[in-house]
């Protein structure tokens, strides 16, 4: 298992230590390998290993700091590469659990009627939500470089190859950190790069694959219109706590995808142009031929001029005259393609036509729906302004009822809401948001979310600005309930909301509500939070029920573990019976989608598994908890959430432990992401963002968001209840999936290594809080081992354990660069040359941890 990985990567190694050697000087070639046979003794467990390392590199200058992070980095990555394309090759696939997954799902349905798995394929909605993330602190360019290695890899040559040297010459001479926070513009840019790509290309074929498979257990073909995967944004539109996203800004990034859009409409329609040659047509058509060009080719020429045309507006940021909807390619499409099956041309109407109609479903005019989420409290701040000046006293210091009483007589009163105004500059902000929804096409957007929802009054709240501000069509809004209290209380506010009759009226029969992973993670748990989204989400589907609404469920994941993230398929099969019926929209953090979506083969696997996840679950779904499952989670997740909040909470020097033993600190103050790594800047740990708390806590590998408390409750609760905790684990997908991450974050974590961190940088008087931390994770990963029966973590699990063992040799030299890069920074603030060495070393250690944000 993984030998081909072994030699590409091998071979990989060679040319990066041959490309260094011609730069720095064949001395450093042999540094550069000493150096990775202590980091192979030190991941063997040779304390003296570290010591002589350490001591190394105490005695070197910042550029040689910087050369050794730079090659352990970049080594990381081409191992990364070579795994990707293995994994993706059809050597790789078969030894991976689930090769080929709507064939693995066909084999389990041999026995469920057709109509069962039309009724699933119906339902199967899958929403792809791109953010961004500031732990992807990559440059796209070399980023791109790497993905035509892994191209490179798939060709008969081998690793070796000249192609293969010079591309990993080109990396080694290009500065892999951007040297300045990209904006909230560049984000966007990066996603839409991402989506022209990647998904461009991997939509079409899994459509391909998907419409076989449906031929083969039903009988049927999917229909033309038929659009299961469509995709969403929040880069440039994520306006929560990030003072860069303006409505300007937003305008911008809606130009910047329409422009993306038509070009690559233009290139498919220009190639299908020349594909079209044919003259037997239906009689319509022929008739329609005027200009004697051909009559597929006469439909097609106007579509081509008008995408010409938008693409010289777009350029000049005009939206005049541009492509405005998508019936206008839709629609000559169709009818082509309706000529071609009537003439009996069925080869030519199922290939590139029906690509593009399909492209055409899932992209829309712009690629992606950009969505917009904004703060609760920035709105009604901005409608206290509007009380205030109206005399009717201050919203912020209504209680619930009264909000309630304003906002629905508001919705109904015909007369403006807004009178003429100089709003302060956050209000105005807000208000300008609102009216570039309204003028722009409906098509451009998302849904609406509403961070840090609690009470009816936040969604009424926005549905009066949407109506004050001139948006005529009726928006999706999308309460966000993130905290453990808000997902405890989300589903009777949900349902007081639905029994106002004059807003379900307003709902065209569904409603989203988003889930969020990473603010409750941090605030009561990992198994606290994941066990109250569940039961959150068992609620919303009684309430949606019984108020007769389609729930659309929209997951906030991360990458992470600690901010629900995991292997998708599992954590699909995890989730409560009747959430995925109406669809699955889902968050796809920047790291995660270079890992999961980052060349079209990854991108059409990581589609094969969200679908048979979702199909497997509508045709069979997971069993609902038995009560005493339930009584059990119920204290475990009690019992969780006092110990984790017993050190995070309950000790007044946490926070100070936290900064001081992990780069949190200096997270803040590199040019990673466009937004503010707090909310607030002079809070403390409830006003961290979720992902540099827990991409900080990766990089000293104690990781303890993704495991504190835990273990303490099944270790309690276990003693009495060993058969009833065992059948959970056999027969609950939600309780095995949990476990079974968590497994996997023990075999990440490194409590030696997160010691070195606490030697070198934690002050005296707080290094027994991270010895009790340690302490906890070796209990805790010796009681959850005993109940799986096993020595060790992953050891059912070859693949990952394999995988992971050819990264540690590698991270151990980072963490001890990290390591000596902020004792130094710490020392002299004003040395660049150690925020390069730290920057390098982050990137390097989140490469090899795959999943740290």
């Not at 908890?625 to 909470?649: F, G, L």
Request: hydrophobic share 40%; aromatic share 8%.
């Amino acid at each position: 298992m993984l030998e081909p990985i072994q030699q590409n990567v091998r071979d990989l190694g060679t040319l990066l230590g041959k490309t260094i050697a011609v730069d720095q000087g064949q001395q450093w070639l042999q540094r550069i390998e000493t150096v990775r046979l202590e980091g192979r003794e030190i991941a063997a467990g040779d304390v003296a290993a570290i010591a002589a390392l350490q001591e190394k590199f105490a005695h070197c200058g910042e550029k040689e700091l910087l050369i050794y992070a730079r090659a352990f980095s970049q080594f990381l990555n081409l191992l990364n590469v070579a795994e990707q394309q293995y994994t993706t090759s059809e050597e790789g696939l078969s030894e991976l659990d689930l090769a080929h997954p709507l064939e693995e799902l066909e084999s389990h349905i041999t026995n469920v009627s057709p109509d069962v798995i039309t009724a699933a394929l119906k339902k199967l909605k899958i929403e792809l939500v791109l953010t961004a993330h500031p732990t992807e602190i990559n440059r796209r360019t070399f980023i791109h470089k790497y993905n035509q290695i892994g191209q490179a890899l798939n060709t008969p040559d081998n690793a070796l190859s000249p192609r293969i040297e010079e591309l990993i010459e080109q990396a080694w001479h290009t500065d892999e950190i951007r040297q300045q926070r990209p904006s909230p513009l560049d984000e966007s840019r990066w996603g839409l790069n991402s989506i022209s790509d990647n998904f461009w290309y991997a939509i079409p074929q899994f459509m391909r694959e998907l419409d076989d498979f449906s031929y083969k257990v039903t009988g049927q073909r999917l229909p033309e219109e038929y659009t299961p995967i469509t995709m969403a944004s929040w880069m440039a539109g994520d306006r929560d706590g990030n003072p860069f996203v303006t409505a300007n800004l937003s305008k911008e990034a809606l130009i910047n995808a329409r422009l993306m859009a038509c070009t690559l409409y233009l290139r498919d329609f220009e190639a299908l142009y020349l594909e079209l040659s044919m003259s037997k047509a239906t009689a319509e058509l022929t008739q329609a031929d005027k200009d004697s060009r051909g009559p597929y080719r006469q439909q097609i020429v106007p579509v081509i001029q008008l995408l010409k045309t938008s693409i010289e507006q777009l350029k000049e940021g005009y939206t005049e005259s541009v492509l405005s909807n998508s019936e206008q390619l839709r629609q000559p499409l169709q009818v082509c393609r309706n000529s071609l099956l009537a003439v009996g041309l069925t080869n030519v109407a199922n290939s590139l036509i029906l690509d593009l109609i399909r492209k055409v479903n899932s992209f829309g005019i712009s690629l992606v729906k950009l969505d917009i989420r904004q703060h609760s409290e920035r709105h009604d701040s901005a409608l206290a302004e509007v009380t205030a000046l109206l005399n009717l006293g201050n919203y912020t210091d209504w209680d619930e009822n009264k909000r309630r009483e304003f906002l629905l007589a508001e919705l109904q009163n015909p007369r403006p809401l807004l009178p003429k105004h100089n709003w302060t500059a956050d209000t105005q902000e807000v208000f300008d948001t609102y009216a570039l929804i309204a003028e722009q096409p409906a098509e451009l957007f998302g849904i609406y979310i509403i961070s840090m929802a609690s009470q009816v009054s936040d969604v009424l709240a926005v549905k009066l600005l949407l109506k004050s501000l001139g948006v005529q069509w009726n928006m999706p809004i999308a309460p966000l309930f993130e905290t453990l209290e808000d997902l405890d209380n989300a589903p009777q506010v949900m349902a007081e909301l639905l029994s106002i009759e004059s807003y379900h009226a307003t709902c065209d029969g569904q409603h989203n509500v988003m889930i969020g992973y990473s603010d409750s993670s941090k605030d009561a748990g990992v198994l606290a939070a994941t066990w109250g989204q569940y039961k959150c989400q068992e609620k919303l589907v009684e309430v949606f029920f019984e108020k007769n609404i389609e729930l659309k469920l929209f997951h906030g994941r991360g990458g992470t573990i600690g901010r629900g993230g995991g292997p998708a398929h599992a954590a699909i099969a995890s989730q409560p019976p009747g959430t995925l019926d109406g669809g699955l929209r889902v968050t796809e953090q920047g790291e995660t989608i270079r890992h999961k979506f980052g060349t079209p083969n990854l991108a059409n696997r990581s589609l094969h598994l969200y679908a048979s996840a979702i199909l497997e679950c509508l045709i069979n779904p997971p069993p609902v908890p038995t009560q005493a499952w339930r009584n059990i989670m119920d204290t475990m997740s009690e019992t969780s959430c006092q110990a984790y909040r017993k050190y995070v909470q309950g000790n007044d020097d946490f926070v100070k432990y936290f900064r001081q033993a992990t780069p949190e600190q200096e997270l803040s103050s590199l040019p990673l992401g466009s937004r503010p790594s707090k909310r607030k800047s002079d809070g403390g740990i409830e006003s961290l963002r979720a992902i540099p708390w827990i991409f900080a806590w990766s990089q000293n590998r104690l990781v303890i968001p993704s495991w504190l408390g835990l273990g303490t409750a099944i270790k309690e609760a276990y003693q009495d209840n060993e058969v009833l905790i065992k059948e959970m684990l056999q027969q609950w997908p939600y309780f095995n999936s949990r476990i079974s991450l968590t497994e996997m974050v023990y075999f990440k974590s490194d409590s030696k290594m997160s010691a070195l961190y606490d030697t070198s940088l934690v002050d005296n008087s707080l290094k027994s809080m991270g010895d009790e931390l340690r302490e906890q994770l070796v209990q805790d990963k010796r009681t959850v081992l005993a109940i799986l029966g096993q020595k060790e973590a992953l050891e059912n699990d070859p693949w990952n354990q394999n995988s992971f063992e050819l990264r540690r040799p590698y991270l151990a030299p980072l963490h001890l660069l990290q390591i000596e890069a902020l004792k130094r920074l710490r020392a002299q603030p004003e040395n660049t040359e150690n925020e390069k060495v730290l920057m390098v070393s982050m990137a390097g250690i989140a490469t090899g941890m795959r999943n740290t944000g």
